[in-house]
């Protein structure tokens, strides 16, 4: 396989959506990886897989992980998710809808499937700036995980080509992604970033990712379609 | 919750569990964890958990994960698992049975459950001299993890207890793990090694997990009583 084949995580949300769509410009062909691991917002498997449509990728996989199984986030345990958080209280440590080491896990399937698919390039659009605290989008997090890989795999003893964590959004904005993802092209319409929809799937409005959304979308000048 | 909490990775083969007795003598509170990845050798889950009571763990969990999707391995694919290979054979290149990126997916979920436990270490019995040539049991890839684990983590960014890999076996080869897995006290009936047995669970005698094994206990001069 071409050296131009990278797995690309996709939430189906507006950062990952962007990240696909970048390493689709830049020419990779793309291997989109989804995770069904009981998040209570799981209307964004359904957005996952109308951005892989859309963008166009080779394949588009969901895998089934059983992060539940260890609770301890609001996003997976039955911890309610806090609304109407500043960014400044958003700044504030780790909030309770941190999923323990879910992008070591994540990066890690997508590891063993790059490994597979003899594909050197993982795309994930983790973003340091509006983070909302999580400690697994910083960028020494990100270098320490590709070095670890390049150790973890066939590569690392065979002398292939290294693997490469691309994270094009690390140092953007939200405003930046906004407008990045509409000179991509993208329509906003398929993606999905709330944390606890309603039964309809629509936004709440008012948890950090709806706010850091709506922040980002206002700051850039750009109507998000998606909004209730 | 205290720091002497580990958990502990445990497939329910020798070297697993010989790890496991370990962390018990050493005093340790386990949680030993396995995992169903759709491998040939399904009743290795059966004998992790017959180890598991037989040591004594706190909880014993088996995460359910989708490796099989990505196929790749003698171990979760359809390819034949390979018999009668020599030491020398085994030592050159990577073998089949290797499955992609396996032990960082173990340790990545090791991670997630020690995060929720809010326990600083991680047991795994790799071993990098009988190792029968997977990159994921070298020293080097084991340092990477751990400082990688240390940035993924809220350990990284609170200053709390940083996360400790422990390879107790890593320098040991299968005589020693042998001798010391029956000064330990383990019970080798419980224990299971064959990558690829008869329906009746017993092991072929031909595959390299079932050579390496053999060797072990005839250099350790103890009779293995799981021989068929």
Request: glycine content about 8%.
């Amino acid at each position: 396989m071409s050296s131009r084949t990278a797995v690309c995580l996709l939430s189906g949300g507006l950062d990952s959506s962007t990240c696909l769509a970048l390493a689709r410009r830049e020419g990779y062909e793309c291997y989109a990886l989804s995770f069904d691991y009981g998040q209570r917002h799981r209307v964004e498997l359904e957005a996952a897989a109308r951005v892989a449509a859309f963008i166009g990728v080779r394949e588009h996989r969901t895998a089934l992980i059983d992060l539940r199984a260890f609770g301890g986030s609001a996003l997976t345990a039955d911890i309610e998710v806090p609304k109407h958080r500043s960014p400044s209280e958003m700044a504030q440590g780790i909030p309770v809808t941190y999923v323990p080491a879910r992008n070591t896990i994540f990066l890690s399937y997508a590891l063993a499937w790059a490994e597979v698919l003899e594909a050197s390039d993982i795309f994930i659009g983790v973003n340091a700036l509006d983070y909302s605290g999580y400690p697994d989008c910083r960028p020494e997090f990100i270098h320490a995980f590709e070095n670890m890989a390049n150790l973890a795999t066939k590569t690392g003893i065979e002398g292939r080509t290294a693997i490469h964590i691309h994270t094009p959004l690390i140092a953007l904005g939200k405003a930046e992604i906004v407008r990045l993802a509409a000179q991509l092209g993208l329509d906003f319409n398929l993606t999905h970033s709330c944390y606890d929809p309603d039964r309809e799937g629509r936004p709440c409005g008012q948890c950090d990712s709806c706010l850091l959304r709506e922040k980002g979308f206002a700051e850039a000048g750009i109507r998000d379609p998606v909004v209730r």
